[in-house]
């Protein structure tokens, strides 16, 4: 090297010392109190290396982002992979057996049988080894506490069947569960399932709606949930060690979020055993060519994704302007932006109160399985429209001058509920209404403005549990807090009717056998509320008392007499849930779009997995199997 060179190469490696050190200087010179970095929240990377000796790699969908937290009561938390953490972590009284039937989980539960019938008692006798795994005991106060929570919390899955327990009493140091009910409960099997660790929850800063922001805290299951990155998208599980019972075969479980295209890759490699996600209609493709068809399946989602409606106050609680809005919206657009073009993405929903795809033996007199009710019609929709009393002078439809502007919300993150939600706004606009679009984070939205009544739409998947009546008495039943609502305590003495939105009073059958009610809160045809004789507010008083109980798992305030005295009798065996489906489709209290599904699919070395009948696995999910699952 000449001197000129040397000299040349000292100046660029003092230049570069010079630089490192501005650097350095910048950074130690940053103002003090700005917020921390924000996280990624598109999962486009998935880690090359192979998994351990003992571990199972399951690839789920990452195109949300980050997880909004693992509640399985939590409709704001919804989602394949905080369902599969809460199925291997968190005890049931009942699981879902890959066949479809519904047993006693013999690890947790000695017996479980109906005591008495007047009144209606089911004891539980809970193993006296099932323990949390910090030591706590499982026993009666983990069924007591989840029972207070489900009457009061926002936005929770399948409530109703808990309104309906009067007195929870525990007996022999918490090990016996007496659960005395007000009315005969023929799905007492879907209760306390899973159950949740009291202990921790109750005396928890935030309580229920935080307990499970960022993982599961203790386990009573056969796994134990380490960790959730968020930026990886990764979940680890691992064998709980306190367990009780029989191990599981795969010592750890890891639950990677992450890109499909780069999950089907790993797939190939080797690197990942499972798949559980909604494809792409060219993922799929290519996920067909990769995947032998015995080694996949297509299991459909145990929800639907709605657009919910604010019945209570605001313009839509007119339904004559519901109707419209069910009118305007062509389902096979908005479906295709849903299933990301996928045919097998969603199956359309025909029945209010059943899915479309319940691999369960319905009698076919029960339900109806014909066309969809509200089909896309662009006149159908101008008359809704001037039924609901706006006049068509200009782009917008209007109201003694005043716009219809109405707010539609939806999770943010998700691209396809954000691509759908714009396709929702497009078409509704060209009937005349005036859409603005809110995403929120999930919590917020369903828990905070959903649940306050102060959304006019929203577009979110509403999960629900296996027994029918129960998921509709839910989603559609009166509040506890009304006199009409499963399991209320008010009482009002006047007269048994109330009046429905036709306009007409809607009598109980055999008079003796209703409840003795006010009038409640209901829309008329003009879409005005119509007042209590209790002293409760409606209207926009309603939205703006600040007491008001939240909305649990009926998010859009639905409350008529004639469709609550059908799902009453329905959820205590009564009746059938099917005898509500005319009237909900006719009110329309929300506007049902699909039913998801997903695609599940093994590697070689996990075909026994797809060997074993598999019905249920649309209610537990493909994991919950999972312990039993071979291991090399």
């Known amino acids: 090297m000449d001197a000129a060179s ?44 192979p998994p351990a000796a003992g571990t199972v790699v399951i690839g789920l969908d990452g195109r949300a982002g980050r997880l909004t ?56 006798t809970v193993d006296r080894k099932a323990s949390w795994s910090d030591g706590t005991p499982v026993a009666a106060e983990d069924f007591s506490y989840l029972r207070e929570q489900l009457l009061t919390a926002p936005g929770t899955v399948d409530p109703a069947g808990y309104r309906l327990i009067s007195d929870i009493r525990s007996r022999d140091a918490g090990k016996t569960v007496e659960v005395e009910f007000s009315e005969p409960f023929p799905d007492w099997r879907t209760l306390f399932s899973p159950l949740l660790p009291s202990h921790l929850v109750k005396d928890f800063p935030g309580g229920w709606g ?49 890109d499909q295209s780069d999950l089907l890759a790993a797939f190939s490699r080797g690197d990942v055993q499972a798949l559980w996600f909604a494809p792409t209609a060219g993922v799929a493709t290519a996920l067909d060519a990769a995947v032998p068809a015995d080694l996949r399946t297509v299991i459909p989602i145990p929800a639907t994704v709605q657009l919910v409606f604010n019945t209570t106050t605001g313009a839509t609680s007119n339904p004559s302007l519901r109707a419209a809005i069910g009118a305007g919206i062509d389902l096979a657009e908005v479906t295709a932006e849903l299933t990301g073009d996928w045919p097998q993405g969603g199956a359309a929903v025909t029945s209010q109160v059943h899915l479309p795809s319940d691999p369960r033996v319905i009698d076919p007199g029960q339900i109806d399985q014909g066309e969809r009710p509200v089909a896309t019609d662009d006149q159908a929709a101008a008359d809704a429209l001037a039924l609901a009393g706006y006049t068509q002078g200009g782009l917008y439809a209007s109201d003694n001058g005043v716009i219809l ?10 691209a396809r509920l954000a691509a759908a939600a714009r396709d929702i706004q497009r078409q509704l606009g060209e009937i005349g209404i005036e859409i603005d679009l809110l995403p929120d984070a999930a919590p917020n939205l369903v828990e905070t403005r959903i649940a306050s009544g102060t959304m006019d739409l929203a577009l979110l998947p509403i999960p629900r549990g296996s027994s029918d009546p129960v998921a509709a008495a839910s989603d559609f039943g009166c509040p506890a807090g009304d006199v009409l609502g499963i399991g209320s305590t008010v009482t009002t003495e006047t007269s048994a009717t109330t009046p429905t939105a036709d306009g007409t ?55 008529q007499a004639s469709t609550q005295r059908q799902l009453v009798d329905a959820i205590t065996g009564d009746g059938v849930v099917a005898a509500a489906d005319p009237a909900l489709w ?36 493909p994991l919950s199997g999972l312990p039993t699952w071979p291991v090399s």
């Open 69 to 124: 937290g693992f509640n399985p009561y939590a409709i704001a938390d919804f989602s394949p992979a905080a369902q599969a953490a809460a199925s291997l972590v968190l005890p049931s009284t009942f699981v879902v057996a890959a066949d479809g039937s519904l047993t006693a989980d013999p690890d947790v539960i000695d017996s479980a049988e109906v005591t008495t019938q007047d009144p209606f008692t089911v004891t539980y």
């Open 405 to 414: 502007r109405l707010t539609l919300g939806y999770p943010n993150g998700d």
């Open 505 to 559: 009073d809607a009598e109980f059958p055999d008079g003796a056998d209703a409840p003795t009610t006010g009038e409640t809160t209901v829309a008329t045809p003009d879409g005005n509320p119509t007042s209590t004789t209790d002293g409760r507010p409606t209207g926009e008083a309603a939205a703006q008392d600040e007491t008001a109980a939240p909305r649990t798992g009926n998010l859009s305030g639905y409350c």
């Open 210 to 258: 935080a307990a499970f922001n960022a993982d599961i805290p203790v386990s009573a299951n056969k796994y134990r949930m380490n960790s959730y990155d968020p930026i990886t998208g990764q979940i680890s599980l691992s064998r709980n060690d306190k367990y009780w019972g029989t191990p599981p075969q795969p010592a750890t479980v890891i639950l990677r979020l992450g």
């Open 6 to 49: 040397g000299s040349s190469g000292r100046r660029s490696i003092l230049r570069c010392a010079l630089a490192g050190a501005v650097l350095l200087l910048i950074g130690a010179c940053t103002p003090p109190g700005l917020p921390d970095p924000i996280t990624p929240t598109g999962l486009t990377s998935v880690p090359t290396s």
């Open 586 to 621: 006719s009110d329309l209290p929300v506007l049902p779009l699909i039913q998801p599904a997903a695609v599940f699919a093994v590697s070689e070395s996990l075909r026994s997995v797809m060997a074993t009948e598999h019905r249920g696995w649309m209610w537990a999910g």
